[in-house]
C-alpha cells in the first residue's frame, strides 16, 4: 500500500472512479509536471445528491461536504493521469465555484471542506494557494465545483 493510499484508508476515504466527462473535455491534463483538472462536480455514484443554490436550497455546511466530494473527485482525476498519488509534491491551487444565493456570502466557508481534505490528506504539501469565487448557476445545477493544479514528480 503506497503513503498516500494508507492515509486514504486512515482517514476512512475512497477515491471514486473518475466521472465520465459531460461535454468536450478531459478530466485532467498534464503539462510538464503539473496536472490540471477540469471542474469536478460533487458526483456521487454518478449522481449529484444535491442540487441547488448555496444560501437558498442548500446548507452553507451541506456545501461543504459537498466542496469536499468534488475535491476527491479532482484527485481521482489526477491519480488517473499520474498513475499514483504518492507522486504528488504539492497543491499547487484549488479554485473552487459556489452557486450561490444573490445575498450568499460564506464562499470561503463552503470551499474550505476542499481544502481541508487536500490538507488531511498531503500535509504541507496540501496547502494550496485558492480562490472562492460564487456564481449563478453550475452544470446541472451543482450547488459546488472544484478544479486543481497539482505539481507531481
Known sequence: MSAVEARLAELGITLPAVATPAGAYIPAL????????????????????????VGAEVTPEKAKDLARVAALNALAAVESVIGSLDRVTRIVKLVGFVSSAPDFTGQPGVINGA???????????????????????????????????????
Open 115 to 153: 481544502s481541508d481534505v487536500l490538507g488531511e490528506i498531503f500535509g504541507d504539501a496540501g496547502r494550496h494557494a485558492r480562490s472562492a469565487v460564487g456564481v449563478a448557476v453550475l452544470p446541472l445545477d451543482a450547488p459546488v465545483e472544484v478544479e486543481l493544479i497539482v505539481e507531481f514528480a
Open 30 to 53: 498534464q503539462t510538464g509536471n503539473l496536472v490540471f483538472t477540469a471542474g469536478q462536480i460533487p458526483f456521487v455514484d454518478g449522481a449529484l445528491p444535491l442540487t441547488g443554490k
